[in-house]
T-cell receptor, first 111, second 114 residues
Framework: GIQVEQSPPDLILQEGANSTLRCNFS?????LQWFHQNPWGQLINLFY???GTKQNGRLSATTVATERYSLLYISSSQTTDSGVYFC?????????????FGQGTTLQVKP | NAGVMQNPRHLVRRRGQEARLRCSPM?????VYWYRQLPEEGLKFMVY????????ESGMPKERFSAEFPKEGPSILRIQQVVRGDSAAYFC????????????FGPGTRLTVT
């Protein structure tokens, strides 16, 4: 099946710093989503981005489907950005819509 | 527009009891997905349902687990005779159509088996 790899696994930032999180996937996809799991365990939808670039405030994402990767940019990080960031893809094969998740990047933003 | 609702948010069961987790999709969504997050692990797909139909249950354990999405009412994930290894966060997601659509997640149910 499709492999989804996220890097780095862990990241510690000082408040105000910028960061880039990466998601590589091994096969073509119909759908790609980025999520933030906050310290209370809730999954927050960040982006639905099977291709192209989107921006929402301090966050932006780019997916290059032909090269099978996506990037999540966090600018001017805040302590509330702490948590785990997941990338999830819907494989092109099978077409049942199920999402395959990466292992996540754990981000800690220090004041 | 209410989001995906899950209840209960926290559930404690003794070994051998049954656990019932409920999920109400977003209004207008007829596709429901269940995922499980075991401690220190990522999220894993369990089952995909449409109204009255199981479409893909390739991620469901073969025994003790079942899911349904009746014509009326919420989707139910049922775990019979729970064991400690079932302790996890169970998330439900919904989408308006199959595939090529954003999935919206509920807040999850945290199951603890004592």
């Amino acid at each position: 099946g499709i492999q989804v790899e996220q890097s780095p696994p862990d990241l510690i930032l000082q408040e105000g710093a910028n960061s880039t999180l990466r998601c590589n996937f091994s096969d073509s996809v119909n759908n790609l989503q980025w999520f933030h799991q906050n310290p209370w365990g809730q999954l927050i939808n960040l982006f639905y981005i099977p291709s192209g670039t989107k921006q929402n405030g301090r966050l932006s994402a780019t997916t290059v489907a032909t090269e099978r990767y996506s990037l999540l940019y966090i600018s001017s990080s805040q302590t509330t950005d702490s948590g785990v960031y997941f990338c999830a893809v819907e494989p092109n094969s099978g077409n049942t819509g199920k999402l395959i998740f990466g292992q996540g990047t754990t981000l800690q933003v220090k004041p | 527009n209410a989001g995906v609702m899950q209840n209960p948010r926290h559930l404690v069961r003794r070994r051998g009891q049954e656990a019932r987790l409920r999920c109400s999709p977003m209004k207008g969504h007829s596709h429901v997905y269940w995922y499980r997050q075991l401690p220190e692990e990522g999220l894993k797909f369990m089952v995909y349902l449409q109204k009255e139909n199981i479409i893909d249950e390739s991620g469901m354990p073969k025994e003790r687990f079942s899911a349904e999405f009746p014509k009326e009412g919420p989707s139910i994930l049922r775990i019979q005779q729970v064991v400690r290894g079932d302790s996890a966060a169970y998330f439900c997601a919904s989408s308006p159509n199959q595939g090529f659509n954003e999935q919206y997640f509920g807040p999850g149910t945290r199951l603890t088996v004592t």
